[in-house]
Each structure stands twice: as structure tokens, then as C-alpha cells.
């Protein structure tokens, strides 16, 4: 949460603008969800006399100047790889140089990693930080490879061979995975890949997704939990108004799920959710606890100190008990559950807990079971990696050797890969950044190799190993055509989740009316 403080703010409206998503309001539009807010503004301050005055950037936080490239011979040439928020803002930041040119890999024919595919369609508000994303992508030192995997179309060596660095910003892709028995039967999986379906990723487009039942459990409390437990309780009506996938609206239609059960290990001074997410999901789902996790919330309450904790716990505090014969699907947070084994046959139909800390054993009937307990890195080839740690060793971003400790030129990291799945899509930004610097200082102080490979011909290796290739304007048409397809139906868009159908239409864009693209689309025209 950003507080800005009612006695050094003089009103300039600086932040507000700065915001790509319009999260940042004046208390006198905040609507009546929003009204907690001020309240748990107010108690992060300390109380002073009414006519203290601060000034007003006694509270800023200090900004890093922008690195300076130093004019060689050859302008700074950067691949990165992974075009989610944390490429986008690294895109950002080195573009602001003089000369530099960015090169983006991604393995999908679409960008923008979790922005896309991992945000709950029904916070439109949150995805709208692609525009600052589409913006960057325009600029002229600029270029897409999407549809593009390294390590299986080109290779660490080969983007060396074509830039002065190569900056991996590919995220935490897998799951951390719950080793109890039964979690594999049909009808358990992860709460990301549920979300990645909802959202129409073309990789789990065909996940088997049985809500006929009346239960769903999902292990782990996590703002993600919150996230699947909220629309899998929505208004079908209401989320058929976001770019929620085809497939997923329509299972929700037919859903028989009238109870969504977060569980989680730990007490409810430990819930994992922020506070935002909390109060989001109060004010707008029905949510309840059962008579003992009140008792372990009052509990909890009498001896809470830090401010944030407290506020969680008060709302905790104020929700029902369930008792109350239910008019919509609702959703109900236990604690002290620890997941001992799936129980069923041919597929899931129970979960059984041990009560943390005791011999009791609780059991809930469950048609699905998610679980939602982190993410984790994957190994890149080429790279070193630290499987303890889950991502790839570094420092400040500098990729290191671990058995030497010293940097491995020209490599770098950003975002999840480079710290953990910790933060926010904001917390991308400074993350980015101090790369971008210690990158642009190594440039600076002649550390970095130069390509050996002309320009030119790196669109021809692409072009040999990846004719089907998507560029920016192929992903611009690809962009067109969904929200012009959503807008008949009074929606943001409507997704593709199908790559074939994605490369029909980027193939139809005029700046990918390349020899390669002309290929493509002779071939595509010719399949149909």
C-alpha cells in the first residue's frame, strides 16, 4: 500500500498521473468500498499538532538518477527474455538512454506474462498497466520476438552473439507443489493454474475443471487463494462483463459450487493475504468463519501489536458465522489446518487435515482441490541456478558464478527469477531498475562484449529456427482483433486461446508482411 501523508502533500497531483493503473484517489471519490481506507491511512502516521506542517518532500523517497550510456562505437543492444512487467519496466528504463535498442523474446505469440494470464479478470483496473506497456512497446529501438523460446530456438550463446547483454526476466513459472498422498487424482491441481484457465492461457486452455460439486477446498492463503475463492463465487453475469475466457464463463454458468474453503496451517494473525485484498474480497463476497477460528481471531486480537495485523484481524473479527441459511455461494477462511492426504478413488472427493499442532483429524468433502502455497523458479538453461533459493544467483542483477562468486558477463536477471515471488507488479519497477543500472554501468566501464553478429542477422537465424515468428505488429493485430470481438459484446475483449488461431491473425498484419510473414500466411491459407 502507498500512504501519502495528508500534512507534507501540497496537492500537486504528481502521483495520481504517475499511476499507470489509477489505483491513487482523493478520500472525497473514494466509493464505499474504498472508505477503510482512510482510516488505515490515517493510523499508519503518527499523531501530531494540528498546525505541524512538514515540508513537503521530507517524506519522498529518494530517486535513483538514470544511468548515462557512454557513447562507444556500438549503441548498447539488450535482449531480454520474458516480456512480463519486470521486462516491460526494464524495456522502459533502458530505452530512456540515448541509442540503446531493446530486443524482446517471449515464448507466446502474446505478451505481458501474468498481467495477461495471471490477474483475475475481474480486476480490469490492475491490467490497465498495459497501456504503459503498449506505449514502451511503440517506440522505435523497440523490437518483439514473441512466439520465441530460448532455449529452444536460439540459446544463451546465440543472444550473446547478437547483444552486448541479455537480461532474463521469465518470473517463477512453476508451482510450489504440496507432497501429500492423494494431490495428482483428478480433480486437484493449483490455484495459478486455474487462474491461467479463467484467464484463457493457451496452456491450460484444456485444463479438466469439474465444478459439479458443492465444495471446493483450496490449501494456502495467499492473495492468489483469495483471488480463485472470489470467482469461483462470483456472478457469472458480472464476470461475463471482463475478459474472462470463453470456456471458463461457461463452466461457471454451470458450476454447482456453493462453498469455497480457504485453509490454511497457521493462525489467523499469520494469514498470508494483505489488507487491500482482505477488505476486497469482504465487500464483495459473502464470507464466514466457523465458531472456533472466531475464537482463535478474538484470541489473536487481544494480543496484536503491529498496526496492519490488527486492522486484518478486526475485520476478521466482524464476519459472520456461517449459520445463516446461505443465498449465494459463499466462502469460508479455517485455520490451524494442516493438509494430511486426498482422499478418493478414481478422483478427489475429500481433504483430511490434522488440526496444526494436535492429533485431531478434520475432513472436508471436496469435489476440487487447489492449493496455493508459492511459486517457484525454473532452472535456465546456460544459467546457474540455486535450487534451495529457486531462482538464479546474483547481485543487484548481475547473474554470479557461485562457485567462483565472480559476474557472469553480459548475463543479468530481474523480477521474480532475480529475487524470489515476492511483491507486486509496481515492485517490478525498482526491481528493473537497479538491473538497468548495474547493466548500464558494466556497458559504461567496458565490461561488456560486443556483438559479433550484424543486425540484420539476427532476423535471419530467427527466421531459420522460428518461422513463426510474431512481431509488434503481429501482437497489435492479435490486440485489435480481441477487443473488437469483446467490444460486440460490451467487453474489453475477448482473449484467443488458441496460438494457431493468434498466428492466423498476427500473419495478417502489415508489418508482418515479411517474407517469413507472406510464408506464413500462404501456409496458414492453404491449411484452411
Known amino acids: 500500500m502507498l500512504y501519502i501523508d495528508p500534512a507534507a502533500c501540497v496537492d500537486c497531483g504528481a502521483c495520481v498521473s504517475a499511476c499507470p493503473v489509477g489505483a491513487i484517489a482523493p478520500d472525497s471519490r473514494l466509493d464505499t468500498k474504498q472508505l477503510p481506507f482512510v482510516e488505515i491511512n490515517a493510523s499508519f502516521y503518527p499523531e501530531r499538532p494540528a498546525d ?25 543492444t539488450v535482449a531480454i527474455v520474458g516480456s512480463g512487467p519486470a521486462a516491460m519496466y526494464a524495456a522502459d528504463e533502458l530505452l530512456t538512454q540515448q541509442g540503446v535498442r531493446v530486443n524482446v523474446f517471449e515464448k507466446l ?31 522505435r529501438r523497440f523490437r518483439f520476438y514473441l512466439n520465441v523460446e530460448v532455449g529452444k530456438h536460439l540459446s ?28 495428482g487424482l483428478p480433480g486437484t491441481g493449483t490455484a495459478t493454474e486455474l487462474v491461467a484457465w479463467i484467464n484463457g492461457h493457451p496452456d491450460f486452455a484444456g485444463l479438466p475443471v469439474d465444478l459439479s460439486h458443492e465444495r471446493v477446498v483450496i490449501v494456502g492463503n495467499g492473495n492468489v487463494a483469495l483471488d480463485v475463492a472470489r470467482l469461483l463465487t462470483a456472478d457469472p453475469d458480472a464476470l461475463a462483463r471482463t475478459d474472462i475466457a470463453d470456456h471458463a464463463l461457461r463452466a461457471f454458468r454451470k458450476s454447482a459450487v456453493r462453498e469455497v474453503v480457504i485453509a490454511a496451517r497457521r493462525g489467523p494473525a499469520h494469514s498470508a493475504f494483505t489488507l487491500p485484498e482482505l477488505i476486497g474480497l469482504t465487500c464483495s463476497s459473502d464470507v464466514v468463519l466457523d465458531a472456533a477460528d472466531r475464537r482463535r481471531v478474538i484470541d489473536a486480537l487481544a494480543t496484536a501489536s503491529d498496526p496492519l495485523v490488527k486492522r486484518k484481524l478486526e475485520i476478521l473479527s466482524t464476519l ?4 445463516a441459511p446461505a443465498t449465494r455461494p ?16 478414481d478422483r478427489a472427493s475429500a481433504v483430511e487435515f490434522t488440526v496444526t499442532g494436535t492429533d485431531d483429524v478434520h475432513r472436508l468433502d471436496a469435489g476440487l482441490v487447489l492449493t496455493s502455497i508459492g511459486y517457484r523458479g525454473k532452472a535456465l538453461r546456460d544459467l ?44 517490478n519497477k525498482s526491481c528493473s531498475l537497479q538491473t538497468v543500472a548495474a547493466l548500464v554501468d558494466d556497458f559504461n566501464a567496458g565490461q561488456l ?37 469483446g467490444s460486440r459484446e460490451h467487453r474489453p ?15 495478417t498484419a502489415p508489418q508482418q508482411a515479411t517474407p517469413l510473414g507472406r510464408r506464413l500466411l500462404a501456409r496458414l491459407r492453404a491449411s484452411s
Not at 529457486?390 to 547481485?395: C, I
Not at 527466421?463 to 497489435?476: K, L, N
Not at 475483449?493 to 491473425?505: N, S
Open 109 to 139: 505469440p502474446t505478451p505481458y506474462g501474468l498481467v495477461r494470464a495471471g490477474v483475475a479478470p475481474d480486476h480490469q483496473n490492475t491490467k490497465r498497466v498495459t497501456r504503459l506497456f503498449d506505449r514502451v512497446s511503440r517506440h
Open 449 to 485: 562484449t560486443d556483438p559479433v553478429a550484424k543486425p540484420s542477422a539476427l532476423d535471419h537465424l530467427i527466421g531459420t529456427r522460428q518461422p513463426e515468428v510474431v512481431d509488434s505488429g503481429g501482437w497489435q493485430a492479435i490486440d485489435a482483433a480481441e477487443i473488437a470481438s
Open 320 to 323: 459472520g458465522d456461517g449459520s
Open 156 to 183: 544463451h550463446a546465440e543472444l550473446m552473439a547478437h547483444h552486448h547483454a541479455v537480461l532474463y526476466a521469465v518470473g517463477a513459472p512453476d508451482d510450489r507443489r504440496l507432497d501429500i498422498d492423494g494431490m
Open 384 to 427: 546457474p541456478f540455486d535450487e534451495a533459493a529457486a531462482v538464479v544467483p546474483n547481485d543487484a542483477g548481475r547473474v554470479v558464478d557461485p562457485s567462483t562468486q565472480r559476474p557472469v558477463t553480459g548475463a543479468y536477471v530481474a523480477g521474480w527469477i532475480k529475487r524470489g515471488p515476492t511483491g507486486f507488479i509496481g515492485t
Open 493 to 507: 475483449r475477448k482473449k484467443f486461446t488458441d496460438i494457431g488461431d493468434m498466428l492466423a491473425v498476427a500473419a
Open 330 to 345: 459463499r466462502i469460508r477462511l479455517a485455520y490451524q489446518l494442516t493438509p494430511r492426504r486426498v482422499l478418493g478413488q
Open 52 to 76: 505541524v506542517k512538514l515540508p513537503p518532500t521530507s517524506k519522498l523517497a529518494p530517486v535513483l538518477p538514470a544511468p548515462q550510456v557512454r557513447a562507444r562505437r556500438q549503441p548498447l
